[in-house]
């Protein structure tokens, strides 16, 4: 452990001026290995690498214990990290007692340092960022526990840790409920769905708008009738746009990765508005989107054309639901299932049950509806997690000045 007199952070309670203490993770904090049967535990004190959330955003129940073996025990308060796919910022601050899997590393502070500004400083971005630069595989990369345990922590008097930790809690307070708001229209917009169309084996759906009550039946027709197959050449001056697993089409240039696809116009295929663009790899995990202009796409994905009468947006809510996704992977060809591929020629075939247009139209718009309030709660979550970063970066030395 050291002294540094020039370690401070660039935002200060005005009451505080003392310097900070640096030191590495090993210093102020404890691995945890003492082990317990899992059979002594209740399902809700269990906590694999499945059931921490994401993005720091706590955990949710596990959907079973383990039935050997035995797991790692923790406390209220120490820290739970996953190590498997360290990016995915799985780090949980413990609120009861219970037991971890085996690639949940748990850290416990030492008493030089409060547990709550403890469990701030490992739920950074600073933190993961230093426990990627040991990260070691591709698919499912794990950090170094020796790396991660020579991670730089600084901190400053108990009083000081206290007021960081209860500043950045109430930040944790908002974003959590704000997170609830948006879990809660998600659900919401999957049991509607589920309700505005039709269940397996019958031909009406139990919710219908008041005006469409008497229109009778959902018709059965198939897919080729309802869409042809646009193999048109793309044209110059037009978009690139590619298919998304949970965003639809999107523009090329708005994806944060690297593309090997052919850049020339001539190369690729002409998507028109309002048409469908799937991706013949993973239609059956719902990889689809509806055109919002005329662009190009990949040669690899499958357009579809709507004939007269028939509304897009309605098919691709439709395609997304969990009954046509199986409907959709028992039409696509290959010998395992990361081999699928779903032709136009089978799509065709697939028999499509459906109201006439304009009830169509009037369940898209309502469920479009639904989608533009949950991208508006998603933004402000973002928002508000982006200000806590940007807070946590002003309320901590930098890493470079810890490090140094």
């Given at each position: 452990m050291?002294?540094?007199?020039?370690?401070?952070?660039?935002?200060?309670?005005p009451?505080?001026?003392d310097?900070?203490?640096?030191?590495?993770?090993?210093d102020?904090?404890?691995?945890?290995?003492?082990?317990?049967?899992?059979?002594?535990l209740?399902?809700?004190?269990?906590?694999?690498t499945?059931?921490?959330?994401s993005?720091?955003?706590?955990?949710?129940?596990?959907?079973?214990?383990?039935?050997?073996?035995?797991?790692?025990?923790?406390?209220?308060n120490?820290?739970?990290?996953?190590?498997?796919?360290?990016?995915?910022?799985?780090?949980?601050?413990?609120?009861?007692?219970?037991?971890a899997?085996?690639?949940v590393?748990?850290?416990?502070?030492?008493?030089?340092?409060?547990?709550?500004?403890?469990?701030?400083a490992?739920?950074s971005?600073?933190?993961i960022?230093?426990?990627?630069?040991g990260?070691?595989?591709?698919?499912?990369?794990?950090?170094?526990?020796?790396?991660m345990?020579?991670?730089?922590?600084?901190?400053?008097s108990?009083?000081?840790q206290?007021?960081?930790?209860?500043c950045?809690?109430?930040?944790?307070?908002?974003?959590?409920?704000?997170?609830?708001?948006l879990e809660?229209?998600?659900?919401?917009?999957?049991?509607?769905?589920?309700?505005?169309?039709?269940r397996d084996?019958?031909?009406t759906?139990?919710?219908?708008?008041?005006?469409?009550?008497?229109?009778?039946?959902?018709?059965?027709?198939?897919a080729?009738?309802?869409?042809?197959?646009?193999?048109?050449?793309?044209?110059?001056?037009?978009?690139?746009?590619?298919?998304?697993?949970?965003?639809?089409?999107?523009?090329?240039d708005s994806?944060d990765?690297?593309f090997y696809?052919?850049?020339?116009a001539?190369?690729?295929k002409?998507?028109?508005?309002?048409?469908?663009a799937?991706n013949?790899?993973?239609?059956?995990?719902?990889?689809?989107?509806?055109?919002?202009?005329?662009?190009?796409?990949?040669?690899?994905y499958?357009?579809?054309?709507?004939?007269?009468?028939?509304v897009s947006?309605?098919f691709e809510?439709?395609?997304?639901?969990p009954?046509?996704?199986?409907?959709?992977?028992s039409?696509?060809r290959?010998?395992t299932k990361?081999r699928?591929r779903?032709?136009?020629?089978?799509?065709?075939?697939?028999?499509?049950?459906c109201?006439m247009?304009?009830?169509?139209?009037?369940i898209?718009?309502?469920?479009?509806?639904?989608?533009?309030?949950?991208?508006?709660?998603?933004?402000?979550?973002?928002?508000?997690r982006?200000?806590?970063k940007?807070?946590?970066?002003?309320?901590?030395?930098s890493a470079?000045?810890?490090?140094?």
């Open positions: 050291s002294k540094n007199s020039t370690l401070t952070p660039k935002l200060r309670f009451e505080f001026r310097d900070w203490n640096d030191a590495e993770l090993n102020v904090a404890d691995l945890v290995d003492e082990r317990v049967s899992p059979s002594s209740a399902l809700e004190d269990y906590v694999s499945e059931n921490i959330r993005d720091f955003g706590g955990i949710t129940l596990a959907s079973n214990l383990p039935s050997t073996g035995s797991v790692t025990r923790f406390r209220t120490d820290v739970l990290v996953s190590n498997i796919r360290p990016y995915l910022k799985k780090v949980w601050a413990a609120d009861r007692d219970g037991g899997s085996n690639d590393i748990v850290i416990r502070a030492k008493p030089v340092i409060r547990n709550d500004y403890f469990a701030c490992l739920r971005e600073s933190f960022a230093h426990v990627m630069t990260a070691k595989g591709v698919k499912m990369p794990r950090g170094d526990v020796g790396l345990m020579e991670y730089p922590v600084a901190y400053p108990p009083l000081e206290r007021k960081i930790a209860d950045l809690s109430l930040l944790d307070v908002l974003i959590a409920a704000e997170g609830r708001k809660s229209l998600r659900t919401y917009k999957n049991g509607l769905m589920q309700q505005l169309f039709p084996g019958e031909t759906p139990r919710l219908r708008f008041p005006e469409f009550r008497n229109a009778g039946e959902w018709e059965e027709k198939k080729g009738t309802l869409f042809a197959n646009r193999i048109t050449k793309g044209e110059d001056g037009l978009p690139i746009y590619s298919v998304t697993m949970y965003d639809g089409m999107v523009r090329r994806i990765r690297n696809d052919i850049e020339e001539a190369g690729n002409k998507a028109c508005k309002d048409d469908i799937y013949m790899m993973r239609m059956w995990q719902g990889a689809l989107g509806v055109a919002s202009e005329d662009c190009l796409v990949s040669p690899a499958i357009v579809l054309a709507p004939e007269k009468g028939v947006r309605f809510y439709l395609f997304k639901l009954e046509s996704l199986h409907l959709l992977t039409y696509s290959g010998l990361d699928l779903l032709y136009f020629d089978d799509f065709a075939r697939i028999p499509l049950r109201p247009g304009d009830e169509q139209q009037r898209a718009d309502c469920l479009g509806s639904l989608n533009g309030r949950i991208a508006v709660q998603s933004e402000k979550l973002a928002a508000l982006a200000h806590k940007g807070l946590m970066q002003q309320l901590f030395p470079a000045e810890v490090e140094s």
